[in-house]
């Protein structure tokens, strides 16, 4: 978009709204981080806010002084600095799904089952049989996320007063659903937070996002509203961290797919550092840069959400000359980012290597597309470095065990692929459904039962 207007900034008009579009590093940060505190509210959705009730979680509040309770919480209990804590449940969810995938016949849905599974573990300590049962729950919650997320999903969101029409008015359907979604959303909300609690009563608990933050609660704290906003900040976590992870896992299977040379750049990576038969661990990614570059490059290559979630000024304010009134919402433009050819050569073609100096090691004077992937300023994904740890492990662990190849055809020969995105309006990237085998390589045949 900047290629084609010439600029960093560009201004929209939409429904009578004002819309500004960031192209560049710099304006993002001159904006969105530099001026945070004006730029870090959210733009209100009648759907999701008021309809579903998602209005309290972190991603759709607007910046005040319970959102910031709501963030504390989370960096208080799983700190960037201390993700070493939840490594192990990262490591047990991930070493269940890969004899799985030789299996499956839905593999997306065995992503979306891995990533449903760990985060009740991270997020509450729910484990087992026990997460099984929340699954199809949790699934209902995504889901309907995903479809009133998407932009003119529901007209209520541009005509508000639409919310007062009675649920057996003609035309109401978005009412009924929003009802049966605010039940599931209310659910998952309560009943996930009382298994925890019981967990601690019993002294069964596992240490989690929710176990720590009711454990650094003191006599000082207002106790039901710091639960309150603990149940909305774990919601958040859980929510937040689940469709999001399994498209970027999507995205570097379509890469492997279409890119078998670096596929096998990997796998001689893993070969050199693993013995036969063994999973890779969290003290392996020291020794495994390439890895660690095909993560980064998945998410540069395919930003999960190329257009950032979007922020709203609560002020007026001037930049570069431009006014932009107070009311505006203002969204960061991941992929224009992520595909500047200045800080990507040939930014069309995946290649991990140019994540990597002369030493074969992670160059820092290479731009980090996790610095953009996550959104921006105060509103970037809290549990950024949860989610790249758990990107890390699962493709190590799934290039050391397969082969990502096309279906074959009748004949036995491999079926040419041709991926397509999603083209409707929606906050994220995701490919349309594709098929490809995960063929056991020979070193990982006993561990994968074969």
Not at 126 to 145: M, N
Request: aromatic letters at 10%.
């Amino acid at each position: 978009m900047n290629r084609k207007y010439g600029s960093d900034i560009i201004h929209l008009g939409a429904l009578g709204k004002s819309i500004v579009i960031l192209n560049s590093a710099t304006a993002i940060s001159d904006l969105l981080e530099k001026r945070s505190s004006i730029y870090s509210s959210r733009p209100h959705s009648t759907m999701l806010v008021e309809l579903m009730g998602w209005g309290n979680t972190l991603p759709f509040m607007p910046y005040n002084d319970a959102w910031k309770a709501q963030r504390k919480i989370f960096h208080q209990a799983v700190p960037p600095s201390d993700i070493a804590r939840f490594h192990s449940k990262l490591l047990q969810a991930t070493h269940n799904l890969v004899p799985v995938l030789a299996r499956t016949d839905d593999y997306k849905g065995d992503l979306h089952s891995w990533i449903g599974v760990m985060m009740l573990d991270v997020v509450y300590g729910i484990q087992a049989e026990e997460a099984e049962d929340f699954l199809p729950l949790v699934e209902k919650a995504i889901t309907s996320l995903g479809i009133a997320g998407a932009p003119g999903a529901f007209y209520v969101d541009q005509i508000p007063f639409l919310k007062y029409i009675p649920e057996w008015f003609p035309g109401a359907d978005f009412k009924r659903k929003a009802k049966e979604w605010n039940l599931v959303r209310a659910r998952i909300t309560e009943d996930t937070f009382r298994t925890t609690k019981e967990q601690i009563a019993s002294s069964t608990a596992s240490p989690s996002l929710v176990s720590v933050a009711l454990d650094q609660m003191d006599d000082s704290d207002d106790v039901a509203q710091r639960e309150a906003h603990l149940k909305e900040a774990s919601l958040s976590a859980f929510a937040g961290s689940s469709d999001t992870t399994v498209i970027a896992l999507l995205n570097f299977l379509v890469a492997m797919l279409l890119n078998p040379d670096i596929q096998a750049k990997a796998h001689s990576e893993l070969d050199k550092v693993l013995g036969p038969g063994d999973l890779p661990n969290f003290s392996d990614k020291p020794s495994l840069p390439y890895i660690t570059a095909v993560v980064l490059e998945t998410l540069r290559y395919r930003p999960v959400t190329p257009l950032a979630f979007p922020h709203l000024l609560t002020q007026d304010d001037i930049y570069e000359g431009y006014f932009i009134p107070k009311g505006t919402i203002v969204m960061g433009n991941a992929w224009s980012i992520l595909q500047n050819e200045e800080d990507y050569p040939e930014p069309t073609r995946f290649n991990p290597s140019r994540f990597l100096n002369s030493d074969g090691k992670i160059d820092p004077n290479v731009r980090d597309p996790t610095n953009y992937a996550f959104g921006f300023g105060r509103r970037a994904c809290p549990g950024k470095h949860l989610t790249l740890d758990a990107l890390f492990i699962a493709v190590a662990c799934i290039l050391t065990c397969y082969t990502i190849e096309p279906e074959l055809d009748e004949y036995g020969k491999p079926i040419k692929q041709k991926i397509e995105w999603n083209k409707t309006p929606t906050l994220v990237a995701n490919p349309l459904p594709f098929k490809c085998r995960f063929v056991p390589r020979s070193k990982m045949e006993a561990v994968l039962g074969m």
